[in-house]
């Protein structure tokens, strides 16, 4: 029997054809659009390859011009030593470093006393109104000890604050403020020199300016932070708050109703209170500084009290409620658990507070404690806090745990009369290298005098606890002294500027910097204890290497 598809085959034969056609025509329409989209595709990618190699092109034109076509700008040449020279001069204690000619390396500012400026200038005391001799403030260049700029600034100088900031729209972003001698008060742009402003001061004619200089919150709403002096008048600490932006007095003078001396501290508490901190008698005083602005001014301030503190020190000003010291010395705010803490340097003993509620964390009793001391780190997670106990052949170095007193290092080193202060430099490794002058030669117990008359610096890094390396001898009066990061990522310069002892017999004043890598590298390598393995070679090379770090 025949099958229906075969009988309709038979029945319509052209049909059958017809759809046929039909179907191979369908099947060729498929292949043709499949056929094109492949072409498409293709051309697709290849406009892709065209494109990335393009981009590649380009980019690479870009670093080709980048690279030899654009000079790059000139990397400023520091030189390892300069030193420059005044003859017939005097100088004082200030150096501070800042980047005056914006080349990334820090320069230096420091104060000279002369009939006339330097060579290069040619400027002289009747230029701004002043009698000869009178103080100049020069900025070095940091680079190569050449003179950026360079001005009289005040008769004599006394106190010198830089980096203050301006305000905004001033025509200097940061000034230098120098209270000087009798009674002048003048700003000068940190860049250029120029005079920002200028007044006579408001104190008595029997006024003690009491150091240092402090730089208080914004006061007078003006957007730049203002300046507190601390005088000491018949007896009595007086207070004067002056715009940092102009100069002007804000208010009165203020009696702080006790008698004190210098080394006064503007300490932040928890609370975010401020309060001015300074030596008395016999005690530490304080008194808020939200209290001294509304008592000069006559009107609220803006600033905080804390309540706690307030229960130890009356609305106006008096002794704190501790424990009775014979003298103090120094107050540091250093850096505690829950924020600062306290060190206050006594004729009896260290001692560290607690910053908030003042109790005593730690006393060490030190027998004489003449100068300032030094924090720095003893280990990456140990602080520590230098102090130099004692004077003359009874001078010991003594490194103590901040946190609990304890001695982690100490070292007998004779002092001399007028040796400078001692600094640290946090290292890449988060210790610190700790730089202190002594006696040219470490002398024994049995000596009654140092032999040698010459003031020796010595390094001291914690990796190496039996090493003391001598870097350097001067014979000169050293009036100034610092170990600084002149440049980030590079190595460390030691700034010395020597001078007269005396004011009043002027002579050859000389500032010079010195590579910290180069003093190691010709240094002395004095063996504190026996049976070290390493030679000198290998402990000049090991320190050579070291790397500083800036920590502000």
Same mark, same amino acid.
Request: proline share 5%; aromatic share 8%.
């Given at each position: 029997?025949?099958?229906? #598809?075969?009988?309709?085959?038979?029945?319509?034969?052209? #049909?059958?054809?017809?759809?046929?056609?039909?179907?191979?025509?369908? #099947?060729?329409?498929?292949?043709?659009?499949?056929?094109?989209?492949?072409?498409?595709?293709?051309?697709?990618?290849?406009?892709?390859? $065209?494109?990335?190699?393009?981009? $590649?092109?380009?980019?690479?034109?870009?670093?080709? $011009?980048?690279?030899?076509?654009? !000079?790059?700008?000139?990397?400023?040449? *520091?030189?390892?030593?300069?030193?420059?020279?005044?003859?017939?001069?005097?100088?004082?204690?200030?150096?501070?470093?800042?980047?005056?000619?914006?080349?990334?390396?820090?320069?230096?500012?420091?104060?000279?006393?002369?009939?006339?400026?330097?060579?290069?200038?040619?400027?002289?005391?009747?230029?701004?109104?002043?009698?000869?001799?009178?103080?100049?403030?020069?900025?070095?260049?940091?680079?190569?000890?050449?003179?950026?700029?360079?001005? !009289?600034?005040?008769?004599?100088?006394?106190?010198?604050?830089?980096?203050?900031?301006?305000?905004?729209?001033?025509?200097?972003?940061?000034?230098?403020?120098?209270?000087?001698?009798?009674?002048?008060?003048?700003?000068?742009?940190?860049?250029?020199?120029?005079?920002?402003?200028?007044?006579?001061?408001?104190?008595?004619?029997?006024?003690?300016?009491?150091?240092?200089?402090?730089?208080?919150?914004?006061?007078?709403?003006?957007?730049?932070?203002?300046?507190?002096?601390?005088?000491?008048?018949?007896?009595?600490?007086?207070?004067?708050?002056?715009?940092?932006?102009?100069?002007?007095?804000?208010?009165?003078?203020?009696?702080?109703?006790?008698?004190?001396?210098?080394?006064?501290?503007?300490?932040?508490?928890?609370?975010?209170?401020?309060?001015?901190?300074?030596?008395?008698?016999? *005690?530490?005083?304080?008194?808020?500084?939200?209290?001294?602005?509304?008592?000069?001014?006559?009107?609220?301030? !803006?600033?905080?009290?804390?309540?706690?503190?307030?229960?130890?020190?009356?609305?106006?000003?008096?002794?704190?409620?501790?424990?009775?010291?014979?003298?103090?010395?120094?107050?540091?705010?250093?850096?505690?658990?829950?924020?600062?803490?306290?060190?206050?340097?006594?004729?009896?003993?260290? $001692?560290?507070?607690?910053?908030?509620?003042?109790?005593?964390?730690?006393?060490?009793?030190?027998?004489?404690?003449?100068? #300032?001391?030094?924090?720095?780190?003893?280990?990456?997670?140990?602080?520590?806090?230098?102090?130099?106990?004692?004077?003359?052949?009874?001078?010991?170095?003594?490194?103590?745990?901040?946190?609990?007193?304890?001695?982690?290092?100490?070292?007998?080193?004779?002092?001399?009369?007028?040796?400078?202060?001692?600094?640290?430099?946090?290292?890449?490794?988060?210790?610190?290298?700790?730089?202190?002058?002594?006696?040219?030669?470490?002398?024994?117990?049995?000596?009654?005098?140092?032999?040698?008359?010459?003031?020796?610096?010595?390094?001291?890094?914690?990796?190496?606890?039996?090493?003391?390396?001598?870097?350097?001898?001067?014979?000169?009066?050293?009036?100034?002294?610092?170990?600084?990061?002149?440049?980030?990522?590079?190595?460390?310069?030691?700034?010395?500027?020597?001078?007269?002892?005396?004011?009043?017999?002027?002579?050859?004043?000389?500032?010079?910097?010195?590579?910290?890598?180069?003093?190691?590298?010709?240094?002395?390598?004095?063996?504190?204890?026996?049976?070290?393995?390493?030679?000198?070679?290998?402990?000049?090379?090991?320190?050579?290497?070291?790397?500083?770090?800036?920590?502000?």
């Amino acid at each position: 029997m025949m099958d229906n #598809k075969d009988l309709e085959a038979e029945v319509h034969p052209l #049909k059958n054809e017809d759809g046929k056609l039909q179907e191979n025509l369908g #099947k060729r329409l498929k292949k043709e659009d499949k056929l094109k989209s492949t072409l498409l595709q293709s051309r697709l990618s290849r406009c892709r390859t $065209v494109a990335f190699f393009f981009s $590649v092109f380009l980019c690479l034109l870009v670093v080709f $011009v980048m690279s030899f076509v654009i !000079p790059c700008p000139d990397r400023p040449v *520091s030189q390892g030593t300069w030193s420059l020279s005044y003859n017939t001069a005097v100088t004082y204690d200030f150096l501070a470093t800042k980047d005056i000619n914006r080349d990334r390396i820090q320069d230096v500012l420091f104060l000279y006393k002369s009939t006339n400026s330097s060579n290069n200038s040619n400027q002289s005391c009747s230029d701004a109104g002043l009698s000869s001799p009178c103080s100049f403030m020069a900025a070095v260049s940091g680079a190569n000890g050449s003179i950026l700029w360079e001005r !009289p600034a005040a008769q004599d100088g006394a106190l010198v604050l830089c980096g203050v900031p301006q305000l905004r729209d001033s025509r200097a972003s940061s000034a230098c403020v120098l209270m000087g001698r009798p009674g002048s008060f003048i700003a000068v742009d940190l860049f250029t020199g120029e005079t920002l402003w200028s007044h006579p001061s408001s104190f008595g004619r029997n006024a003690s300016i009491l150091s240092p200089l402090l730089e208080v919150p914004d006061l007078d709403a003006d957007g730049a932070p203002d300046l507190l002096v601390l005088t000491q008048e018949d007896k009595e600490v007086n207070s004067y708050l002056y715009s940092g932006s102009t100069g002007h007095q804000i208010g009165h003078r203020g009696s702080l109703g006790v008698s004190g001396t210098s080394g006064s501290l503007l300490y932040v508490t928890r609370a975010g209170a401020h309060y001015v901190l300074f030596p008395c008698a016999s *005690s530490l005083c304080g008194c808020s500084l939200k209290g001294v602005h509304e008592k000069v001014t006559g009107r609220d301030s !803006p600033l905080r009290r804390d309540s706690l503190w307030e229960d130890m020190v009356n609305s106006t000003c008096r002794r704190l409620l501790l424990h009775s010291f014979e003298a103090v010395y120094y107050l540091m705010s250093v850096p505690g658990e829950g924020g600062e803490d306290l060190l206050v340097v006594s004729s009896e003993a260290c $001692v560290l507070l607690d910053g908030q509620e003042l109790a005593p964390q730690w006393v060490f009793s030190a027998a004489q404690v003449l100068r #300032k001391p030094i924090l720095g780190h003893y280990k990456p997670d140990t602080s520590a806090v230098l102090i130099e106990n004692g004077t003359g052949l009874h001078r010991q170095i003594l490194l103590l745990d901040l946190s609990t007193g304890a001695v982690l290092w100490s070292q007998a080193l004779p002092g001399l009369p007028r040796d400078p202060q001692s600094v640290s430099l946090l290292t890449a490794d988060h210790r610190s290298a700790f730089f202190f002058w002594g006696s040219h030669e470490l002398v024994d117990a049995n000596q009654t005098e140092p032999g040698d008359t010459q003031h020796s610096l010595y390094m001291f890094h914690p990796t190496l606890p039996g090493v003391l390396l001598q870097l350097a001898n001067i014979s000169a009066n050293i009036v100034a002294f610092q170990v600084t990061l002149l440049e980030p990522g590079r190595h460390a310069a030691c700034i010395l500027l020597t001078g007269p002892a005396s004011p009043d017999a002027p002579g050859l004043v000389s500032m010079a910097k010195h590579k910290v890598q180069d003093l190691i590298l010709s240094s002395r390598v004095v063996h504190l204890t026996e049976g070290g393995s390493d030679s000198d070679d290998a402990i000049r090379d090991r320190l050579s290497r070291l790397r500083y770090w800036s920590e502000t």
